[in-house]
């Protein structure tokens, strides 16, 4: 079946920290794969997206995610975060329907001071 | 350039009444999708509609759930007789061209609580 998963419910880092949040899919081809960010109490705002080509993918607010097809992954990266990082980010994908995306059921991201 | 509009941010409903979702597509897009997000889960297709059209349904369970998209206006989302099983963020997201690849612009979401 296709899903999305993002094993890690909550994650924990400190400030200045790197971070690494995980994206797994289950699809018998490359999807196009998003990473969105939402806030308490607001929309979704997209992070970046990765369709095809350099399979690492730059993205807003210092934020990159790398695609590997051999491990149907789409991690997402930031060298060192800031306070304002904390959220729920979501990773999506577009499988046989190129506008239905899938989600998987979201990471929440907590800073440490 | 407003973004996507949904209103209201906070609906609380009786169990059994009407609960109408609005939705107003970024200028120039007249793609929109809704999209239903329950507590601590990630979001589930609803519907895909473009203008006076229903694209695509599927997501949408089959009773008491309706949506339009009319030549003016905002996009709506109706849920009839609703349960408590209704409560949860709806959101809406439109695009100026059909398909993921133009970029979704998501609303900030309508928060449906029956009670």
């Known amino acids: 079946a296709q899903s999305v998963t993002q094993p890690d419910i909550h994650i924990t880092v400190s400030e200045g920290a790197s971070l690494e949040l995980r994206c797994n899919y289950s699809y018998g081809a490359t999807p196009y794969l998003f990473w969105y960010v939402q806030s308490p109490g607001q929309g979704l705002q997209l992070l970046l997206k990765y369709f095809s080509g350099d399979t690492l993918v730059q993205g807003i607010k210092g934020f990159e995610a790398e695609f590997k097809r051999s491990q149907s992954s789409f991690n997402l990266r930031k060298p060192s975060v800031h306070w304002s990082d904390a959220a729920e980010y979501f990773c999506?994908?577009?499988?046989?329907?190129?506008?239905?995306?899938?989600w998987g059921a979201g990471t929440k991201l907590i800073i440490k001071p | 350039n407003a973004g996507v509009m949904q209103n209201p941010r906070h609906l609380v409903r009786r169990r059994g009444q009407e609960a109408r979702l609005r939705c107003s597509p970024m200028k120039g897009h007249s793609h929109v999708y809704w999209y239903r997000q329950l507590p601590e889960e990630g979001l589930k297709f609803m519907v895909y509609l473009q203008k006076e059209n229903i694209i695509d349904e599927s997501g949408m369970p089959k009773e008491r759930f309706s949506a339009e998209f009319p030549k003016e206006g905002p996009s709506i989302l109706r849920i009839q007789q609703v349960v408590r099983g209704d409560s949860a963020a709806y959101f809406c997201a439109s695009s100026p061209e059909q398909g993921a690849l133009y970029g979704y612009t998501f609303g900030s979401g309508t928060r449906l609580t029956v009670v």
């Open positions: 999506a994908a577009a499988m046989d329907s190129n506008y239905q995306l899938i």
